[in-house]
């Protein structure tokens, strides 16, 4: 079952333009595979990490926030479906 979890870090979630800053950040950073979606909402989510391995999110997490990026958050996903973190901990941890 752990197989379908994955953890993606969020970057940042932009409606508009994404910002000068951010941009050159993701930019200057291209091989730590930052990606792009839309999501229902219309929301282009920047992120990186698409992997099994939380401590290996984390370490993007704390590397993009030494970057200047704040809104940095791990997202947890389950057979692809966005679930808490708590919920990944307690598929990791029973």
């Not at 993606?8 to 930052?34: F, R, T």
């Not at 990490?49 to 401590?55: H, K, L, Q, V």
């Not at 993007?60 to 679930?83: C, D, Q, Y």
């Amino acid at each position: 079952q752990l197989n379908n979890l994955r953890f993606q870090v969020y970057l940042g979630e932009y409606l508009d333009e994404v910002p000068e800053d951010d941009a050159m950040i993701y930019i200057s950073n291209v091989e730590k595979g930052v990606k792009r979606k839309k999501n229902n909402e219309g929301y282009t989510i920047y992120y990186t990490c698409d992997c099994p391995e939380y401590d290996k999110a984390l370490e993007l997490k704390a590397h993009f926030v030494h970057e200047g990026i704040t809104a940095v958050r791990i997202v947890p996903f389950m057979n692809e479906k966005e679930i808490s973190v708590g919920e990944a901990f307690k598929l990791i941890y029973e």
